[in-house]
């Protein structure tokens, strides 16, 4: 990754050919998104935003013209730019701008609940249009006669996944490019600043408020508020960064073993619902402060 970020900050052209290359790759595997936006972010962190709007509006003509040959029309290539490097420019500038991670991510987070709301506010059931979709998805790339032949009863999952899909987006959102932006931040520091992103990241903590928020929202989803419980999950995924944030600051002032961290990040990955766990970490440090208090212990 680091030798991908010297190769892109040797100048633009460097970078807006990384993107696009990235950008085509993420048609077949959209992580890859993520990881060309981290590019336009470390660029805009860099050297400003308006540099950062060069490369990405470059990026995205360079990708719309693949796509016209590719597919006959620009626009795949354009809306895949623009829904990854439009909001990892905006987040990168914001940080940039406080010279911290922290508002970056809130803000990221209201443009995530933003994006969630519309669906309640444009689909008058949006779990009804949400089924829809799934279920014509997956007639169409055989996922639907896959689930059929292991036994899953696909219409009671669907029904299940449709309700909390607004969330869901939002939580992609968060997660996918609130990770681009922190490993911008990292490349950042690795390159032109060594050591400063561990002090800033170990560092992190969120607004109190918002936990308060996030509690009464899961109570309300409790009692039936569809809304409400989509909302949550998208305030929650922001208490992700924050819960391994904790991990990092306790492995140093503990003196931890890195593989206990590395352990952590493999669980996650294996098991994606352990991140509520550390999420719940994230949001119980708000009003415990554990690595103040474990500091004050060593």
Known sequence: MKTLARFAMRGPLNTMSACVALGVGAWFVFPLLYLSAALIGLVTLQLGWRKGLLVAAGSMVGLGGIALLMFGSPRPGLMLGAIGWGPALVVAAIVRNQGALRPG?????????LLTGSFFLLLSDPATWWAEQL??????????TAWRDQGIDAQTLIDSIAPIMPGSIGVMCVVGLGLSIVCSRWLQSSLFKPG?????YRQLRFVKGAVIVMIGLIALGVLGSRMALNFAMVISSLYLFQGLAVLHGLAAILKWNNAVVIGVYVVMFLLPHFALLVAGLGAADSWADFRARWSSRS
């Open 135 to 144: 279920r014509s998805y997956g007639e169409q790339s055989g996922l639907l």
């Open 105 to 113: 991510l809130e803000w990221l987070t209201v443009g995530a609940l």
């Open 196 to 200: 400063a992103f561990g002090e800033e």
